[in-house]
């Protein structure tokens, strides 16, 4: 095997590749947490398709039929929806990690804007994912979803009628999530994931900025085997989790969406927009001349923009300097969140 | 006159690799458009024809009780029918101002709510508090022989 492939030049590759030792170390492991999470979204997502079916008449009974009929369906199912969860929670984590270690500083500018689209792509994962059972809770979801998109200035109007395939939420706009959520996402999301990865084994792993500015030099720990089996268990003690969890809680598919139903009370986004659906709570229905959605809408946009171009804006960190207002303006981030969330749960 | 001469073909190959570059960039340009145009028109939803409605029955008046109510589909718009507690029936857009989301009665607080971002509106559709930032879309109801009849209002 080996003279016909040169397994062991990439051993040789592999362990030639060291990760540095420090108190900040644990950090390192989300990315290969996330990695791992999404690659079990793949497999259980590519087992639901064969029994999923994506039109409005008939995804919500082929989700009772994988629930109650096709045996280990609900624990596929269930599997995917927690794993999804956690997915989402930790790429949350590795952003939020890189940003308080400014791992993003030059020469990785490139490593934090894939990663920007990765995580802005998990969330569309998450939204459109969200529909596909055609419940009650996801109708409402998308309806008021794909509305805030219409408050996009001139783009919006157009925009919301892409994404619900029409004028309002219809079997076409399942079609369209269904389309979105199993080929599209997907595709675009590999390709940034391998430009992601090419990027992290070209540049290697980012030291953090105290040890380069006491020009300290770092312990090390080869990648292969020693950090790749530690991967490994970390991975395997997720899975455990997620089994844990999709055993003892597993998914629930609620009421078959009604458009002449009312909106159910007590209905809330996935816990992932609860801080953004609290906070349009918050805003009046007008702010000067313009609609309270609109301002909120506008808001978050300027925050994401500028939560991308971070690296070229904070160019104390670029320099190798310490920039204690990162850090500030991350727990504020941090904070925001939990705090919006935790509302928006509780309330 | 050598150098003219040379000169001259500089020229004359700098004009026709101008002409090249121009005729390869229009091409690429075309070829572009002429697959990007089909892919978003594809992707543009076609304008279904729309039933023309005047009026929509929402049953029998006998059937609403006070404090009940009803969403009926007007055409492609969800309405919402109320019978108030003067025993009148009134018939308003479900759909929130706010974001989208079906309003539902509450009786016991006499509004019209949204659920999704407890948006309130009162026994005129008029929104009274939370994020609507405009009042819902009045329908007319006149009954006929107990039959609730629900028209546009003009």
């Known amino acids: ?347 | 006159m050598i150098s003219n001469e040379s000169d001259g073909k500089i020229i004359k190959k700098e004009n026709r690799r101008d002409f090249l570059k121009y005729l390869l960039t229009t091409g690429l340009a075309g070829f572009a458009l002429a697959t990007i145009y089909p892919v978003i028109s594809f992707l543009k939803p076609p304008k279904q024809r729309e039933v023309k409605v005047s009026s929509v029955s929402a049953g029998l008046a006998k059937d609403f009780n006070t404090g009940d109510y009803k969403i009926i589909r007007f055409g492609k718009v969800p309405v919402i029918v109320i019978k108030d507690e003067e025993k009148d029936f009134r018939a308003f857009s479900a759909t929130c101002t706010h974001l989208d989301c079906t309003v539902q009665y509450k009786k016991d607080e006499k509004i019209i709510w949204c659920a999704c971002h407890n948006g309130k509106y009162d026994l005129h559709g008029r929104n009274i508090s939370g994020p609507p930032p405009r009042p819902l879309d009045k329908f007319m109801v006149v009954l006929k022989d107990e039959e609730i009849l629900v028209t546009k209002s003009s």
């Open chain 1, 1 to 347: 095997m080996d003279s016909r492939l040169q397994l062991s030049d990439l051993v040789k590759f592999m362990s030639k590749k060291y990760v540095p030792v420090h108190s900040h170390s644990v950090w390192y492991y989300f990315g290969g947490v996330s990695l791992f999470l999404f690659i079990l979204q793949v497999v259980t997502g590519i087992l639901l398709l064969f029994y999923y079916k994506g039109s409005s008449d008939q995804a919500y009974e082929s989700v009772q039929f994988i629930m109650s009929k096709v045996e280990f369906g609900w624990l596929i199912r269930s599997i995917h929806a927690w794993s999804a969860n956690l997915f989402i929670l930790s790429v949350f984590i590795h952003m939020f990690s890189v940003f308080f270690e400014k791992a993003y500083r030059k020469p990785r500018e490139l490593t934090w804007i894939t990663g920007f689209f990765l995580f802005v792509l998990s969330l569309a994962f998450g939204f459109s994912g969200y529909l596909l059972p055609w419940n009650e809770l996801a109708f409402f979801a998308t309806k008021v979803g794909t509305d805030i998109t219409g408050a996009v200035p001139f783009i919006g109007e157009p925009l919301k009628v892409f994404l619900r395939g029409g004028d309002d939420v219809t079997g076409a706009t399942l079609s369209r999530f269904f389309g979105f959520h199993v080929a599209l996402f997907p595709g675009i999301f590999v390709f940034l994931l391998i430009l992601h990865l090419l990027f992290v084994q070209r540049q290697g792993m980012s030291e953090p900025i105290e040890a380069s500015i006491k020009k300290e030099k770092l312990k090390t720990m080869p990648f292969f085997p020693n950090f790749f089996l530690r991967d490994l268990l970390l991975w395997l003690l997720v899975l455990n989790i997620i089994a844990i969890l999709a055993v003892f809680f597993p998914a629930e598919l609620g009421m078959k969406a009604d458009p002449l139903a009312p909106a159910p009370a007590g209905i809330k986004p996935e816990w992932y927009f609860l801080f953004m659906f609290q906070t349009l709570k918050y805003f009046p229905a007008h702010i000067l001349f313009i609609e309270g959605e609109v301002a909120g809408v506008l808001l978050f946009a300027v925050a994401g923009v500028l939560w991308l171009l971070v690296p070229f804006w904070d160019t104390k960190s670029s320099r190798g300097q310490l920039n204690r207002k990162i850090n500030y303006l991350g727990v504020f981030a941090v904070l925001f969140i939990i705090i919006l969330t935790i509302i928006g749960w509780i309330t």
